[in-house]
């Protein structure tokens, strides 16, 4: 049943952008919560504090090339896909030093012996989404809170940030008349977020914004003494919204369009080396303390290993002493096999497990790993999907968003600069609110008696 709070939520969400557009192509209002996910200030500070630290591990790693291609190197004769990324990385000719890095870190609660910790889901470093409509979901939420619907929530606005990060980037680049170019997929459904970001970009800085897949960057693309133009402007920044599945690399023209990129000497949100720093086995190393030393200082090594879970190759030993995939097959509930693969809609989980180790080559296996399941903290919601409202029982999952500039020489900003919480039913593995999983929402703190 939709109530009057219900309904304020839908039309406002309408009224200021909060859309998507549905599998048939037809406009309807973004997933929704209208139960601000509840969490202490322990938490919130605990997650916050973290962003500065995971971005400067996330931005040294992405300069050790070496590094990153003998880790993924093995991977490459069981993927496709990360032999396409390997072969971007090993023909990688840009000579820009500079970086603009965006990206989110995924958190969900877990409960240990009575006491809240939250525990590191993944690491985003490629198309790390949704600043613009949870600028509208926290604008939805502060609006029904002023009507006395909802309690006080974490004020954000994210595309300011995001604007600022531009800019800086601009101004590094220090090109006359230049463009940023959108990196995207052709019939994209979250084309309200991105178009939300290029709205700000182009209305606060000034400058156009092209939107172009990677097959037309390859076809129109033209690279003049380093500097790559499109429709006859040069491209200061390239922010990617596409590049991170297989389906993203259809055709050669599409894989040479990244070359072609990787070439040229705009800054690349991501890189193809920063892109390699957020896959899943990347994630698995940076919860080794002994590789950690490598890219962090030494305070900032023990909150992070607070917050990870285990994560193992598949012919890695558990610590109980028997193989790993052996381990799982008595205990698959407490684990999640993942390949090295974004965008949701990609693990397998619980008894599904076992069957999937069975049907692996062994060459397949040394693109995946396994992780720890994290037993996220349950709690109430209130959901609304294609206006339509139901209350379940559900699990939350909490991502902040990271921002770091650099000249190439010194850092100019690391900050947090906002968050996203995606809220679904608890018993929805999956947690994508373009795939129809989950539902965006806010945060707010607990009250103190």
């Avoid at 200030?41 to 590094?67: G, Y």
């Avoid at 030093?97 to 989110?104: I, N, Q, T, V």
């Avoid at 000497?265 to 940076?286: V, Y």
């Avoid at 023990?302 to 990870?308: D, G, S």
Wanted: charged content about 20%; some cysteine.
């Amino acid at each position: 049943m939709i109530n009057e709070k219900d309904t304020l939520a839908i039309e406002y969400a309408c009224i200021h952008g909060l859309l998507q557009l549905s599998p048939e192509a037809t406009l309807r209002h973004a997933p929704l919560s209208v139960s601000p996910y509840t969490i202490s200030q322990h938490l919130q500070h605990t997650m916050t504090t973290l962003t500065p630290a995971c971005n400067q591990l996330l931005h040294n790693l992405s300069r050790d090339h070496e590094c990153l291609l003998d880790m993924h190197t093995p991977l490459a004769d069981g993927d496709e896909f990360m032999a396409i990324l390997l072969d971007i990385a090993r023909n990688a000719s840009s000579t820009q030093p500079a970086s603009l890095h965006m990206f989110r870190n995924d958190f969900m609660v877990e409960e240990h012996e009575g006491v809240l910790w939250p525990k590191l889901v993944e690491c985003n470093t490629i198309s790390a989404s949704f600043h613009g409509l949870m600028q509208r979901a926290t604008q939805v939420h502060s609006h029904l809170a002023k009507l006395g619907h909802l309690p006080a929530i974490l004020p954000q606005e994210p595309l300011a940030e995001l604007c600022s990060g531009f800019q800086a980037a601009l101004a590094i680049m220090g090109l006359p008349d230049p463009c940023i170019l959108f990196v995207v997929q052709p019939h994209e459904r979250n084309i309200f977020d991105q178009r939300l970001i290029q709205f700000a970009i182009e209305s606060h800085l000034g400058v156009p914004v092209v939107r172009l897949s990677l097959a037309e960057i390859a076809r129109e693309g033209v690279l003049r003494n380093g500097h790559l133009f499109v429709q006859g402007k040069p491209v200061a920044v390239a922010y990617f919204r596409s590049g991170y599945t297989p389906e993203d690399y259809p055709s050669q023209m599409a894989i040479d369009g990244r070359k072609l990129l990787e070439a040229a000497d705009c800054i690349r949100t991501p890189d193809i080396f920063t892109h390699l720093a957020g896959t899943k086995l990347a994630q698995r190393a940076l919860g080794k303390p002994e590789f950690l030393r490598n890219y962090l200082d030494a305070t900032s090594i023990a909150p992070l290993l607070q917050v990870t879970k285990a994560m193992y190759h598949l012919d890695e030993i558990h610590p109980s002493g028997v193989p790993i995939t052996d381990h799982v097959r008595r205990f698959p509930q407490n684990y999640v096999l993942k390949p090295q693969r974004e965008g949701g809609g990609n693990n397998t989980y619980a008894d599904d497990i076992p069957p999937a180790l069975d049907a692996l080559s062994d060459k397949r296996r040394q693109a995946h790993v396994l992780m720890e399941k994290i037993h996220a903290h349950t709690h109430t919601a209130r959901l609304i999907v294609d206006g339509n409202a139901e209350d379940q029982l559900c699990i939350s999952e909490t991502g902040r968003y990271g921002m770091m500039v650099h000249d190439g020489t010194a850092t100019l900003i690391n900050r947090d600069i906002g968050y996203l919480v995606r809220t679904k039913a608890a018993s929805n593995n999956e947690g994508g609110v373009c795939s129809g999983y989950a539902c965006l929402n806010t945060l707010t703190l607990e009250a103190h008696p």
